[in-house]
């Protein structure tokens, strides 16, 4: 029998937490003398807490009990107070209220860790909604029989459990090679290795701000790793444990040495598909300890000061500034038109990546970290987090099994996606390197000034190409030695190519090389569709069934009016929010979420009947009358406007932004661009520029920045669109700067110059530069100033202060 062959793992409950006297419990065992170094004293410290607060559950019961028999006593202490009405049933009444009270926060605490529900904030306690939703998680995540690769069915729990444990072994254990990896070659196609100064950075002493911010930056709720203790444990335990904690971090840092007992994980199982058959059919989620978390935390946040630097943007995955959607806008830019014969030939890589974290090898890893220049110290305490992993597996409420990682990166590992970026940034650089060395290849229609070949976002990889065979041979063959040196592996069965409808003779033998499926637009990429036309409420059927599925799934009956409306808010009205920063969606599809919203709100989802008020003053704030929902057309055109918000403020972190400047706007600005080519998002998006322009503000300075005749900093509006022959009469071309107008803060206007344009000019500052505000406090963009920009705000209402609560979530309906 293997060390972890099977126990109930221990797990601390938050509620203890809020026990009287906790944190004299952790005193009392915190001032043992335990010999040995920082890490070795915490460790046991917090094994010898197990035995305390295991006691202490035991003590306390059934917490729902506990509420029931309060409950009991309070309703017969209430009872006695209306027979005599004395003083003595006054104080037992209040008393058992506080008994009461206490009772009911205890269990709410305990279920609500358990439930995982984060919405719930405030607004509904209902412990129906907890115990439904942790049944329902139990029942989906408990394994009865699986089958293995060669068909057999196995429904003896030990047979189902070995097999899990054999598969996990088998995919993330092993020894791991020491191959002599050598990438120097590519250290020419890198953007930038860290430097010196930046290094120093890297491995400065760690502070004891840095540890507790690490700490106290983990959701309180999420799972605990094998030794069962919670971020609550240590933000309420911090007085009498941070020290200890601060100096076990800080060791591990000065000497690069991880105590194998913080390193060990937790297995747990995410069905992958709604029946799942195969053990391949579960996500293996890593949960780490709290203590090891919070060191990689440490090292992430240092890490992140670097990757915009190192990392190119053609990657837009947990690098600091930069967002998905740019993935998105550019991918659905470059597929416009793929249904036109007349348009270039052209194709579509969409890869996918096998196994994609678990399948990493290490000795790639440590001389990626190499090849970027990081400095060997901080290099050792990444080496250390990754080469030390240990594992079990969490199956049907017990842990089973014991073994040690031999490759991967574990998916809840804060760590771990900043390190998948920088392996694929060798990647990109490898086949920067192919294709400068292959002048066969040829770029996709509209990217060879950028020298764009591919969009990555984590594991979801685009790659474009002319529809050229020999083209398509550099992408393959460079992912084919890729997969050689990372151990990263393509899986031609769930990767597909989409082809122009311009490439007809080539088609065929494209195909019969590449042995990928050849797909059809639209297709999903990262969740959204991409299509060559317009936008369709059938393309958007996806959304509407995310929606009836989250609906679907609560008992809605359970939830009180101010429950269901903390579930619009915090989860129903931001399901949209990722779509409708990408595309002005269809106004049916909109109309028909707030539908579902509306008759969600007044009767449940499974009811019927007349809303009770209009949902326009639903959506107003609460200070005018409403409830504070967002309009989602309001939410959409605003979410939109950030995207013009940032071609206008030329956003240099954006690849999207870049390709606009590059291939839509060229010598134009986003003003008086008036081209017809583009998708159908583009030519939607162009649509809001009027609500842009009310947005803004062009404040001139040295005018070196601004357009004289395409810019708004008039208050005509671009010139070239209001005086049309000026740059003619004037002399002066279409892209003269304002600056060529403005001599020691004097106007110089040729004397040919409309004279109603001379008449009218804003004051200027040349000692400062130009720069555009939006219209707010801040001056900055901000989803709340663009939603008032589109509904303007309307009067307080007289009666908004006498609404109940510290949050003001009304006990009623309207």
């Given at each position: 029998?293997?060390?972890?062959?099977?126990?109930?793992a221990?797990?601390?409950?938050?509620?203890?937490?809020?026990?009287?006297?906790?944190?004299?419990?952790?005193?009392?065992?915190?001032?043992?003398?335990?010999?040995?170094?920082a890490?070795?004293?915490?460790?046991?410290?917090?094994?010898?807490?197990?035995?305390?607060?295991?006691?202490?559950?035991r003590?306390?019961?059934n917490?729902?009990?506990?509420?029931?028999?309060?409950?009991?006593?309070?309703?017969k202490?209430?009872?006695l107070?209306?027979?005599?009405?004395?003083?003595?049933?006054?104080?037992?009444?209040?008393?058992?209220?506080?008994?009461?009270?206490?009772?009911?926060?205890?269990?709410?605490?305990?279920?609500?860790?358990?439930?995982?529900?984060?919405?719930?904030?405030?607004g509904?306690?209902?412990?129906?909604?907890?115990?439904?939703?942790?049944?329902?998680?139990?029942?989906?995540?408990?394994?009865?029989?699986i089958?293995?690769?060669?068909?057999?069915?196995?429904?003896?729990?030990?047979d189902?459990?070995?097999?899990f444990?054999?598969?996990?072994q088998?995919?993330?254990?092993?020894?791991s090679?020491?191959r002599?990896?050598?990438?120097?070659f590519?250290?020419s196609?890198?953007?930038?290795?860290?430097?010196?100064?930046?290094?120093?950075?890297?491995?400065a002493?760690?502070?004891?701000?840095?540890?507790?911010e690490?700490?106290?930056?983990?959701?309180?709720?999420?799972?605990p790793?094998?030794?069962g203790?919670?971020?609550?444990?240590?933000?309420?335990?911090?007085?009498?444990v941070?020290?200890?904690?601060?100096?076990?971090?800080?060791?591990?840092?000065?000497?690069?040495?991880?105590?194998?007992?913080?390193?060990?994980?937790?297995?747990?199982?995410?069905?992958?598909?709604?029946?799942?058959?195969?053990v391949?059919?579960?996500?293996?989620?890593?949960?780490?300890?709290?203590?090891y978390?919070a060191?990689?935390?440490?090292?992430?946040?240092?890490?992140?000061?670097?990757?915009?630097?190192?990392?190119?943007?053609s990657?837009?995955?947990?690098?600091?500034g930069?967002?998905i959607i740019?993935?998105?806008?550019?991918?659905?830019?470059?597929?416009?038109?793929?249904?036109?014969?007349?348009?270039?030939?052209?194709c579509?890589?969409?890869?996918?990546?096998?196994?994609?974290?678990?399948?990493v090898?290490?000795?790639?890893?440590?001389?990626v970290?190499?090849l970027?220049?990081?400095?060997?110290?901080?290099?050792?305490?990444?080496?250390?987090?990754?080469?030390?992993?240990?594992?079990?597996?969490?199956?049907?409420g017990?842990i089973h099994?014991?073994?040690?990682?031999?490759?991967?990166?574990?998916?809840?590992?804060?760590?771990?996606?900043?390190?998948?970026?920088?392996?694929?940034?060798?990647?990109?650089?490898?086949?920067?390197?192919?294709?400068?060395?292959?002048?066969?290849?040829?770029?996709?229609?509209?990217?060879?000034e950028?020298?764009l070949?591919?969009?990555?976002?984590a594991?979801?990889?685009?790659?474009?190409?002319?529809?050229?065979?020999p083209?398509?041979?550099?992408?393959?063959?460079?992912?084919?030695?890729?997969a050689?040196?990372?151990?990263?592996?393509?899986?031609?069965?769930?990767?597909?190519?989409?082809?122009s409808?311009?490439v007809?003779q080539?088609?065929?033998?494209?195909?019969?090389?590449?042995?990928?499926?050849?797909?059809?637009l639209?297709i999903?990429?990262?969740?959204?569709?991409?299509?060559?036309?317009?936008?369709?409420?059938?393309?958007?059927?996806?959304?509407?069934?995310k929606v009836?599925?989250?609906?679907?799934?609560?008992?809605?009956?359970?939830?009180?009016?101010?429950?269901?409306l903390?579930?619009?808010?915090?989860?129903?009205?931001?399901?949209?929010?990722?779509?409708?920063?990408?595309?002005i969606?269809?106004?049916?599809?909109?109309?028909?979420?707030?539908?579902?919203?509306?008759?969600?709100?007044?009767?449940?989802s499974?009811?019927?009947?007349?809303a009770?008020v209009?949902w326009?003053?639903?959506?107003?704030?609460?200070e005018?009358g409403g409830?504070?929902?967002?309009s989602l057309?309001?939410?959409?055109?605003?979410?939109?406007?950030k995207?013009?918000?940032?071609?206008?403020?030329?956003?240099?972190?954006?690849?999207?932004?870049?390709?606009?400047y590059?291939?839509?706007?060229r010598?134009?600005?986003?003003?008086?661009?008036?081209?017809?080519?583009?998708?159908?998002?583009?030519?939607?998006l162009l649509?809001?520029?009027?609500?842009?322009?009310?947005?803004?503000?062009?404040?001139?300075?040295?005018?070196?920045?601004?357009?004289?005749?395409?810019?708004?900093?008039?208050?005509?509006?671009?010139?070239?669109?209001?005086?049309?022959?000026?740059?003619?009469?004037?002399?002066?071309?279409?892209?003269?700067?304002?600056?060529?107008?403005?001599?020691?803060?004097?106007?110089c206007?040729?004397?040919?110059?409309?004279?109603?344009?001379?008449?009218?000019?804003?004051?200027?500052?040349?000692?400062?530069?130009?720069?555009?505000?939006?219209?707010?406090?801040?001056?900055?963009?901000?989803?709340?100033s663009?939603?008032?920009?589109?509904?303007?705000?309307?009067?307080?209402?007289?009666?908004?202060?006498?609404?109940?609560?510290?949050?003001?979530?009304?006990?009623?309906?309207?």
């Amino acid at each position: 029998m293997n060390r972890f062959d099977e126990h109930v793992a221990f797990r601390f409950d938050n509620y203890l937490t809020h026990l009287p006297g906790f944190l004299r419990s952790v005193e009392d065992i915190w001032k043992h003398r335990i010999a040995g170094t920082a890490m070795y004293e915490t460790v046991c410290k917090l094994k010898l807490l197990k035995a305390v607060f295991r006691s202490q559950k035991r003590m306390k019961g059934n917490l729902t009990e506990n509420v029931t028999k309060a409950k009991s006593f309070l309703d017969k202490a209430q009872a006695l107070l209306n027979t005599y009405n004395e003083d003595i049933f006054l104080n037992l009444v209040k008393c058992c209220r506080r008994v009461f009270s206490v009772a009911v926060n205890l269990e709410i605490t305990m279920l609500k860790q358990r439930a995982k529900l984060r919405w719930m904030k405030h607004g509904d306690q209902s412990s129906k909604v907890f115990f439904r939703k942790i049944n329902a998680s139990r029942v989906k995540q408990r394994v009865f029989q699986i089958k293995t690769v060669g068909g057999n069915l196995l429904t003896a729990q030990q047979d189902v459990t070995q097999e899990f444990i054999s598969y996990f072994q088998n995919l993330l254990g092993g020894t791991s090679q020491n191959r002599g990896l050598n990438l120097e070659f590519l250290r020419s196609e890198l953007k930038h290795s860290v430097t010196t100064t930046e290094a120093s950075l890297l491995v400065a002493p760690v502070t004891q701000a840095e540890v507790k911010e690490a700490f106290f930056d983990i959701d309180v709720e999420s799972a605990p790793g094998p030794d069962g203790y919670t971020a609550a444990f240590y933000r309420t335990a911090w007085p009498v444990v941070g020290q200890a904690v601060f100096q076990a971090v800080g060791e591990f840092f000065r000497t690069g040495n991880l105590l194998k007992q913080i390193n060990t994980t937790l297995i747990v199982l995410i069905p992958k598909v709604n029946l799942p058959i195969f053990v391949s059919d579960y996500r293996p989620i890593s949960c780490c300890n709290v203590l090891y978390k919070a060191i990689t935390k440490i090292l992430v946040k240092r890490m992140q000061r670097v990757l915009p630097l190192l990392i190119d943007y053609s990657q837009n995955a947990f690098v600091p500034g930069r967002s998905i959607i740019d993935n998105v806008l550019l991918a659905q830019e470059l597929m416009a038109g793929y249904n036109q014969r007349r348009l270039p030939q052209r194709c579509t890589l969409k890869v996918d990546i096998q196994k994609a974290y678990d399948s990493v090898e290490w000795d790639f890893l440590l001389e990626v970290l190499r090849l970027f220049n990081f400095p060997h110290q901080f290099i050792t305490l990444i080496n250390q987090c990754v080469s030390t992993a240990s594992f079990s597996v969490s199956l049907n409420g017990s842990i089973h099994g014991f073994f040690k990682g031999g490759r991967g990166l574990r998916q809840g590992d804060p760590m771990s996606p900043y390190l998948f970026v920088l392996v694929m940034e060798i990647w990109n650089s490898l086949l920067r390197f192919r294709i400068r060395n292959a002048p066969e290849f040829q770029y996709h229609w509209k990217c060879k000034e950028l020298g764009l070949t591919n969009l990555c976002f984590a594991d979801d990889v685009l790659l474009f190409c002319k529809a050229h065979l020999p083209s398509i041979k550099v992408l393959t063959n460079t992912l084919t030695e890729f997969a050689t040196l990372s151990g990263l592996k393509v899986n031609p069965a769930k990767s597909q190519i989409i082809l122009s409808s311009s490439v007809q003779q080539e088609r065929q033998q494209i195909l019969e090389y590449l042995g990928f499926h050849e797909g059809s637009l639209p297709i999903r990429y990262l969740g959204i569709p991409l299509t060559s036309s317009r936008l369709t409420i059938a393309d958007c059927r996806p959304l509407i069934d995310k929606v009836d599925a989250r609906l679907a799934g609560w008992n809605n009956q359970n939830l009180s009016y101010a429950g269901r409306l903390q579930l619009i808010k915090s989860v129903l009205s931001t399901l949209n929010t990722y779509w409708a920063s990408a595309f002005i969606l269809p106004k049916g599809i909109l109309k028909s979420l707030e539908k579902k919203m509306r008759r969600f709100l007044w009767h449940g989802s499974s009811g019927s009947g007349i809303a009770k008020v209009a949902w326009v003053q639903v959506c107003k704030p609460k200070e005018e009358g409403g409830l504070g929902i967002s309009s989602l057309i309001a939410t959409n055109q605003a979410l939109m406007l950030k995207q013009l918000w940032r071609i206008l403020q030329h956003d240099g972190n954006s690849i999207w932004v870049d390709w606009v400047y590059r291939y839509r706007l060229r010598h134009s600005t986003i003003w008086t661009f008036n081209g017809t080519t583009g998708s159908w998002g583009w030519k939607k998006l162009l649509k809001l520029r009027p609500l842009l322009r009310s947005g803004v503000t062009y404040k001139i300075g040295d005018g070196s920045s601004f357009n004289l005749w395409q810019d708004v900093w008039h208050e005509r509006g671009p010139l070239c669109l209001t005086y049309p022959q000026g740059p003619r009469i004037t002399g002066l071309p279409l892209t003269t700067l304002l600056s060529s107008v403005l001599q020691r803060n004097q106007w110089c206007w040729p004397a040919s110059i409309d004279a109603e344009i001379v008449a009218q000019l804003p004051p200027t500052d040349p000692t400062a530069a130009d720069t555009i505000y939006w219209n707010s406090s801040s001056g900055t963009y901000s989803l709340k100033s663009a939603v008032s920009l589109i509904q303007p705000s309307t009067p307080r209402v007289l009666w908004y202060g006498l609404l109940q609560g510290k949050f003001k979530v009304p006990r009623h309906g309207i």
